[in-house]
Every structure is written in structure tokens, then in C-alpha cells.
T-cell receptor
Framework: DAKTTQPPSMDCAEGRAANLPCNHS???????VYWYRQIHSQGPQYIIH???NNETNEMASLIITEDRKSSTLILPHATLRDTAVYYC????????????FGSGTRLSIRP | GAGVSQSPRYKVAKRGQDVALRCDPI?????LFWYQQALGQGPEFLTY????????KSGLPSDRFFAERPEGSVSTLKIQRTQQEDSAVYLC????????????FGPGTRLTVL
């Protein structure tokens, strides 16, 4: 599975949009981009995934560049409960394949 | 509905003791994963089951680690002769089947080896 690069930490004001970048320049054609987050003392939680097109759900939006070498997770109106470590992951289709987590981005939301 | 549950939530063991960690996946989920998370790091894959079959155990760090899922539902991760470096959070995740994208994680078991 391709490797990802994320900034180690970011902060964002409550109520503003949080934009979390991820580079995955070696992604291959059959690999999806996934985002998970891990709130302190909890297990990771799935957020969203995509292949080529931008995706949106009730939690976030995922913007993938046309060349698929980078992506951005957008939390449109960040709240204090969004404080967590966010992991950008690329892996092949299907959940039968293991998730390779990197170090993630520690997002802090300030009041 | 009920999510993935793990027990115990916390375990303290003396070096050399054997421990058993339990995972109850979401009912009906075919796929089950174990991950190990050291302090300050991301989770690392240990092993994967599809029903009762252990299809990938490439992440198990040594032969002291053993996992089973005999009836295709509950799984147990056993660590023999625990060492201090085994101290970590052990996470279990399940998924509906191998074509489903999302893995659902339990809260983890924090193991401390003294």
C-alpha cells in the first residue's frame, strides 16, 4: 500500500473549516484514499473514503486532486469534539486488506 | 446498535505472565482484525480473520502472540510470557465482509506489563 505524508499537528478555531492535507504521490490506480480519526482513549473511527471523485457525507468532505497524488479532508464547521488524531490512509479496495496507519495529524480545535 | 466490545479494558500483568484479550465483533461481521498501538504511535496490524480462518498473521511480532476465532465470532488474542515491550493498547476491528470498506473499531484493551 502507498505511503502517505501528513503534517504532525494543526489547529483550527471552533466554527471554522478545518482543512487537513495529505500527500500520497505513489498511489496506484486501484488504491482508495481513506480517512479515519482517533479521539483520545477511543478506537479509530471511519470518516470517509474516495477513489477519484470528491466525496461528501454527514461528517466531512474529501477533495482528491486530479492526479490523485494528494487529498484534503474538510471538516466544514469544526467543534471541540473534533479534536483528535486524523489518519490519511491509502489501500486497495475491500476491507479484507489491513489498514496501515501512519502517524497522522493531531488536530486541536481552539474555542 | 451494539458496536465492537473488548474486555478487559485495562490489564496489568507481571513480566512472564500469560494474558488473554477478548474481542466481541459486531454480530454478523465476517472480517476481524487485531492491531497493536504503542503510546504516541498509530495502530499497527497484527492479524486478520475471515470467519474462523486466520488469513493473515504477518503482523504478529513473535511466536508468543497467538490469536483465534474458533466459531467465527468472538476472538481471543493471547500473549504468552509477557514482556515490557508488549505494553500497548490492543485494538480489535470488524467489518461486514471483505467487500465492505469500513472497519469498526472497539475501544481497545490497555495492557501494562510491569
Amino acid at each position: 500500500d502507498a505511503k502517505t505524508t501528513q503534517p504532525p499537528s494543526m489547529d483550527c478555531a471552533e466554527g471554522r473549516a478545518a482543512n487537513l492535507p495529505c500527500n500520497h504521490s505513489t498511489i496506484s490506480g486501484n488504491e482508495y484514499v481513506y480517512w479515519y480519526r482517533q479521539i483520545h482513549s477511543q478506537g479509530p473511527q471511519y470518516i470517509i473514503h474516495g477513489l477519484k471523485n470528491n466525496e461528501t457525507n454527514e461528517m466531512a468532505s474529501l477533495i482528491i486532486t486530479e492526479d490523485r497524488k494528494s487529498s484534503t479532508l474538510i471538516l466544514p464547521h469544526a467543534t471541540l469534539r473534533d479534536t483528535a488524531v486524523y489518519y490519511c490512509i491509502v489501500k486497495k479496495d475491500s476491507s479484507a486488506s489491513k489498514i496501515i496507519f501512519g502517524s497522522g495529524t493531531r488536530l486541536s480545535i481552539r474555542p | 446498535g451494539a458496536g465492537v466490545s473488548q474486555s478487559p479494558r485495562y490489564k496489568v500483568a507481571k513480566r512472564g505472565q500469560d494474558v488473554a484479550l477478548r474481542c466481541d465483533p459486531i454480530s454478523g461481521h465476517v472480517s476481524l482484525f487485531w492491531y497493536q498501538q504503542a503510546l504516541g504511535q498509530g495502530p499497527e496490524f497484527l492479524t486478520y480473520f475471515q470467519n474462523e480462518a486466520q488469513l493473515d498473521k504477518s503482523g504478529l511480532p513473535s511466536d508468543r502472540f497467538f490469536a483465534e476465532r474458533p466459531e467465527g465470532s468472538v476472538s481471543t488474542l493471547k500473549i504468552q510470557r509477557t514482556q515490557q515491550e508488549d505494553s500497548a493498547v490492543y485494538l480489535c476491528a470488524s467489518s461486514l465482509d471483505d467487500s465492505w470498506h469500513e472497519q469498526f473499531f472497539g475501544p481497545g484493551t490497555r495492557l501494562t506489563v510491569l
